[in-house]
């Protein structure tokens, strides 16, 4: 009981928020351990933008309308009708007006951590071709190849999967295929026991290393559009269509550049971030209850 009094006083967005993010489920379902969890967390988020909505850096950032109007409209439209968005609020102790003002100061806070984030230095070449030549293992593609398959499984237990029925099974399904392999998808819907069937048996693009030593040996043996013969794993028969290669390939320091520029720059903005935040005074009232 203490708990959930103690969660009450939390600021409820905050708390929804907190909620939602940790456990994905709102406050009113959330064991005790749980809300005094989210309560806490609530609690810590709600301090530290409080601080960023007091530094002088939110002194001049203006939030337009349509922004928390539409960030509003977003969560109205997630319910059926305005009855049931209404009894959401209300069991989230919030109200239309209550839900604007929340949403209004998240996206102002969201403002002042992208203006600070601006402060960010611009990534140079050099920090690129650096970053480049120190992770080189993230730029090298391994060979891939595009395959399906054809599975039906050993299983003593039911007369048409012991061994021999299952292997003339195969056998005669391999036999339709090498007349006509087009229809393989169709096929494979028909016949294959693998869930892959459903999508005409497609594995994806898979690199050495991830099938049954005994298909992976095979299928890195296969030309492009090539079906192999009927090849046994631990659980069964399978046929293989080799449907496309993808040979290994290192990218190229040109063609990272863009990707290692964006993640080195998110990963300057959230610095600048991190330091200003750490920067900011605490309030004398911190640590206190607060919203009760």
């Known amino acids: 009981m203490e708990t959930v009094e103690k969660a009450a006083r939390t600021e409820p967005y905050a708390l929804l928020r907190a909620s939602l993010a940790l456990f994905r489920k709102a406050p009113d379902k959330l064991d005790p351990a749980q809300l005094q969890q989210a309560e806490a967390q609530a609690r810590n988020e709600y301090r530290l933008e409080s601080r960023v909505l ?13 922004e928390w109007q539409a960030a509003y409209q977003e969560i109205r439209d997630r319910y059926e009708d305005e009855s049931a968005f209404l009894r959401e609020l209300a069991k989230n102790r919030l109200t239309e007006e209550t839900l604007r003002a929340a949403l209004y100061r998240q996206c102002k806070v969201n403002a002042v951590l992208e203006k600070i984030a601006a402060r960010s230095p611009e990534v140079s070449e050099v920090e690129i071709g650096i970053y480049y030549h120190l992770h080189a293992e993230q730029f090298n593609r391994p060979e891939l190849r595009e395959v399906s398959h054809i599975f039906i499984s ?11 029925n299952a292997w003339d099974r195969i056998q005669d399904v391999r036999a339709r295929l090498l007349k006509k392999p087009h229809k393989f998808a169709e096929l494979a819907l028909k016949y294959s026991e693998c869930p892959t069937s459903l999508n005409g048996g497609t594995l994806g693009k898979v ?5 049954y030593p005994e298909l992976d040996a095979v299928l890195f043996s296969m030309k492009a559009g090539e079906v192999s013969q009927v090849l046994e794993s631990e659980i069964g028969f399978h046929v293989l269509l080799c449907k496309q290669i993808h040979r290994a ?7 990272a550049t863009p990707k290692i520029r964006q993640l080195m720059k998110e990963r300057y903005r959230r610095n600048c971030q991190r330091a200003w935040l750490a920067s ?4 004398e009232t911190e640590g206190k209850s607060y919203g009760g």
Do not use: H, Y
């Not at 007091?54 to 349509?66: F, L």
């Open 249 to 255: 390939e290192t990218i190229s320091l040109k063609n």
């Open 154 to 164: 050993i299983n003593p237990d039911f007369p048409e999967n012991t061994r021999e």
């Open 280 to 283: 900011l005074p605490v309030a």
């Open 207 to 211: 690199p050495r290393g991830k099938l």
């Open 54 to 66: 007091n530094a002088p850096e939110a002194a001049g950032v203006i939030i337009p309308e349509r």
